[in-house]
């Protein structure tokens, strides 16, 4: 049953990071409502679509979206107004066509995409079902395992650490809920492992993690057993890097950074082997730089006891996808909508990925927000396990509480058993 878009309207509201964003209502002619909005990242792959701001120096420092707001509201409104909600294909692509570029950069990306899951959210609506059920074609069974993102990366005054995010996944956790405690109770704990270590508490990083203790990475993955040891969880908790290599690499002389020195794929590739050999790693993701397409099938052939996962490397683009697949250069790709900017490309690149037994790994961006649409995703596609983000800040705590809540609305629903796909 056809349900006719009535109004399209946008707005401009705040991330987690308090950087300006798009937001959207979708209302139906029979009173349906879906609202979107498109979080960014801090690790931004060059392939991106265009996140279209103002670039104007007197409102948040150039990072306002008016006129992205504005295209919603002058020029994608009228498009779409009469179209059937449900036909979410036809409507993505009318907004791929308005725009007229690949990067969708006359539009802006944040509004194409905003757009796009405010008719998704509509559609299940009009449908009467949680959107992760619609997507799903029914009730759900299973919910993936969470990770959590405890250490971070990144410059800090006395030391560089160029792993992005040091990451831990409960994968023998029994239920949603424990799987839930043990990321919080190992976290918490990490805190007293850190400040014993350096000597001081430390200090909130900027994506909610612990701000990294060491220059070695291998230092920071000893601290972290020690807490997973100190709760009694031993055994049960993997490993999990976002190098975010693109980060550090130097282009000029393509190398990459490695505790304090500059090392070439090739030493990138060996120490991140050894890492591997000695520490249960679930996936390592974006181990190289987002364009050394050279360099992918090497790693991937070399390491093999974790899966290898692309995510500024592949930007949920289903060409790049395919690439990586056909030169073997890859386990999966992160899922996350906004890069590619459409529900439909984004679920044409999940698609191809269960086609060509790969793994889809969906991801919430650095600047989150609470309802992220991702979620549905995540429970809606039955993936194994998904990036959550730290154990901090309440758009990343939403999304640990939507886990728990949809087990609990779905009888006989349970955590997603991963065993299939650790290889280690």
Known sequence: MKSIIKSVHARQIVDCKCRPMVEVDVVTSDGYTG????????????????????NNPEEYHGLSVHKAVDNVNKFIAPALIGMDVTDQKGIDEKMISLDGTPEKKNLGGNAIYS?????????????????????????????????????NGGRYASLTQPFNEFIIMPYGADTIDEAVEMGINTFQELETVITKYTGKKPEVAPSYGYAAPSEDPEVILNLISEAIDHCGYTGRIGFAFDCASSEMYDRHDDTYLLKGQRV????????????????NFVFIEDLLDEEDWESYPKA????????IIGDDFIVTNPDRLKRAYELDALDGFILKPNQVGTITEALSAYNYAMDHNLLAIPSGR?????????????????????????????????????????????PGCRLADISPLLKF
């Not at 079902?129 to 919910?143: E, F, W």
């Open 35 to 54: 609202r979107g909005c498109a979080p960014t990242g801090s690790s931004v792959g060059m392939s991106e679509c265009c996140v279209l701001r103002d």
């Open 115 to 151: 757009v796009s899951i405010a008719t998704f959210r509509a559609a299940a609506e009009a449908a009467h079902q949680p959107l992760y059920n619609y997507i799903a074609g029914g009730p759900v069974k299973t919910v993936p395992v969470p990770s959590f993102n405890v250490v």
């Open 264 to 279: 070439n794929s090739r030493q990138l590739i060996d120490y991140t082997k050894y890492l591997t050999e000695k520490f």
């Open 300 to 307: 991937h052939k070399e390491i093999t006891r974790t899966n």
């Open 366 to 410: 650095a600047g989150g927000v609470i309802g992220d649409i991702v979620m549905d995703l995540a429970v809606g596609l039955q993936v194994g396990f998904i990036k959550n983000g730290a154990p901090r800040s309440g758009e990343r705590i939403d999304k640990l509480n939507f886990l728990m809540r949809a087990r609990d609305l779905n």
